[in-house]
């Protein structure tokens, strides 16, 4: 499965999954943000059937944000088994993000 | 487009860079803050600067503005944010929008002083440097913007429109950010204020912020002499080099940066 697209219930979903899933929370209006999307659509190819990866936009799913405590954004949350492993806050290098997917495949 | 150049800062270093990458035939833009903002705009006279003792701050950075913008060079008055590289290409964030580039020529300033009590350790938990990436977030919670910029004010009135109980400081004295995992309050000039969110709006930006595994001593990005930094097709100028905090420097610094990013650009534009 190639990069996928979150609201609450396919967030839910994807969260029970036994591999490792990658959450980039972000909105349109963050330049920031978007200027991190082809680096976490590069992650969702190089690692597809490995690891599930998705984004989640704060403006249409808010209580998603908050239940995550999102305070700034982008930031990209790590899971594996449900629980949280990782979180990166604000754009890192593509490496960044790269390492932490292989280091928890 | 892929513009030849991305430069941040529009003081002496960057508008000269500007102008020199023009004078290369390149294709040129440039982030800048207001030109109050920039601190040869307080000075009301410059004595050493080469040929035209005595000239103020204001005529000579308004002079160099001119120049840059004559010689073709887009600028654009916006917050750059963050930059990174994906294949040969820059990012680079200004606000809510994103360009792209061949090269990059930092001139982003000196940041003065020291991160304030509590800013790095709630940095992306409450601390927030974007009012427009981070103020939707808020909407409807307290928030306090402390302002060291001319155009502070106007982000704090951003973040009122979109529904943020804001209380603005314009050049507080005295600030230290409360909260043990999150932001809680901050303390202005010993008295306390509660807030979710902390907005910090300064006339310079940490280069290191600005681009993460940047190579700096002392604060200072390190650079060689054709102003490279340890990332390639990535150049720095004027007082983000570090001392003397002079315009003739910075000027002659970014017209290193902008000749180094214009041979960059043709070597990676064939």
Same mark, same amino acid.
């Given at each position: 499965?190639?990069?996928?697209?979150?609201?609450?219930?396919?967030?839910?979903?994807?969260?029970?999954?036994?591999?490792?899933?990658?959450?980039?929370?972000?909105?349109?209006?963050?330049?920031?943000?978007?200027?991190?999307?082809?680096?976490?659509?590069?992650?969702?190819?190089?690692?597809?059937?490995?690891?599930?990866?998705?984004?989640?936009?704060?403006?249409?799913?808010? +209580?998603?944000?908050?239940?995550?405590?999102?305070?700034?954004?982008?930031?990209?949350?790590?899971?594996?088994?449900?629980? +949280?492993?990782?979180?990166?806050?604000?754009?890192?290098?593509?490496?960044?993000?790269?390492?932490?997917?292989?280091?928890?495949? | 487009?892929?513009?030849?150049?991305?430069?941040?800062?529009?003081?002496?270093?960057?508008?000269?860079?500007?102008?020199?990458?023009?004078?290369?035939?390149?294709?040129?833009?440039?982030?800048?803050?207001?030109?109050?903002?920039?601190? !040869?705009?307080?000075?009301?006279?410059?004595?050493?600067?080469?040929?035209?003792?005595?000239?103020?701050?204001?005529? !000579?950075?308004?002079?160099?503005?001119?120049?840059?913008?004559?010689?073709?060079?887009?600028?654009?008055?916006?917050?750059?944010?963050?930059?990174?590289?994906?294949?040969?290409?820059?990012? !680079?964030?200004?606000?809510?929008?994103?360009?792209?580039?061949?090269?990059?020529? =930092?001139?982003?300033?000196?940041?003065?002083?020291?991160?304030?009590?509590?800013?790095?350790?709630? !940095?992306?938990?409450?601390?927030?440097?974007?009012?427009?990436?981070?103020?939707?977030?808020?909407?409807?919670?307290?928030?306090?913007?402390?302002?060291?910029?001319?155009?502070?004010?106007?982000?704090?009135?951003?973040?009122?429109?979109?529904?943020?109980?804001?209380?603005?400081?314009?050049?507080?004295?005295?600030?230290?950010?409360?909260?043990?995992?999150?932001?809680?309050?901050?303390?202005?000039?010993?008295?306390?204020?509660?807030?979710?969110?902390?907005?910090?709006?300064?006339?310079?930006?940490?280069?290191?912020?600005?681009?993460?595994?940047?190579?700096?001593?002392?604060?200072?990005?390190?650079?060689?002499?054709?102003?490279?930094?340890? =990332?390639?097709?990535?150049?720095?100028?004027?007082?983000?080099?570090?001392?003397?905090?002079?315009?003739?420097?910075?000027?002659?610094?970014?017209?290193?940066?902008?000749?180094?990013?214009?041979?960059?650009?043709?070597?990676?534009?064939?």
């Amino acid at each position: 499965m190639a990069l996928e697209h979150w609201n609450a219930a396919g967030f839910a979903e994807a969260s029970t999954s036994d591999q490792l899933v990658v959450v980039d929370f972000w909105a349109d209006w963050c330049g920031p943000c978007r200027m991190l999307g082809p680096t976490v659509e590069e992650l969702a190819e190089r690692y597809d059937g490995k690891a599930r990866v998705g984004k989640v936009n704060v403006d249409a799913d808010p +209580e998603l944000a908050r239940h995550f405590g999102i305070m700034s954004i982008p930031t990209v949350v790590f899971l594996k088994g449900g629980k +949280e492993i990782a979180r990166k806050v604000g754009v890192m290098p593509a490496a960044v993000y790269d390492g932490l997917v292989r280091e928890n495949l | 487009m892929t513009y030849d150049i991305l430069i941040v800062g529009g003081g002496p270093a960057g508008l000269s860079a500007a102008v020199n990458g023009r004078a290369r035939g390149k294709s040129v833009l440039l982030l800048s803050s207001p030109m109050a903002d920039n601190p !040869l705009w307080k000075a009301e006279r410059v004595e050493n600067y080469l040929g035209l003792p005595g000239v103020t701050g204001p005529e !000579l950075l308004g002079a160099f503005r001119r120049h840059a913008k004559a010689s073709g060079a887009e600028i654009r008055e916006l917050r750059a944010l963050s930059a990174m590289p994906v294949g040969e290409t820059w990012y !680079l964030s200004g606000e809510e929008h994103v360009f792209e580039g061949r090269s990059l020529v =930092l001139a982003a300033g000196a940041v003065r002083g020291k991160a304030l009590p509590g800013e790095e350790r709630l !940095l992306g938990r409450g601390v927030s440097y974007c009012a427009t990436c981070d103020g939707m977030l808020y909407r409807g919670r307290d928030v306090v913007v402390l302002g060291w910029t001319e155009s502070a004010e106007r982000e704090a009135d951003f973040l009122r429109r979109i529904g943020c109980a804001v209380r603005f400081h314009d050049r507080p004295q005295g600030v230290e950010i409360l909260g043990e995992d999150a932001v809680t309050g901050v303390r202005v000039n010993g008295r306390e204020e509660k807030a979710d969110a902390v907005f910090l709006l300064r006339p310079a930006v940490a280069p290191t912020a600005l681009l993460p595994g940047l190579a700096v001593e002392n604060g200072a990005v390190t650079v060689d002499r054709n102003m490279a930094t340890n =990332l390639p097709g990535v150049f720095a100028a004027g007082d983000c080099t570090g001392g003397p905090y002079q315009a003739a420097k910075a000027a002659g610094e970014g017209l290193i940066a902008g000749q180094s990013a214009a041979k960059w650009a043709d070597r990676t534009n064939q």
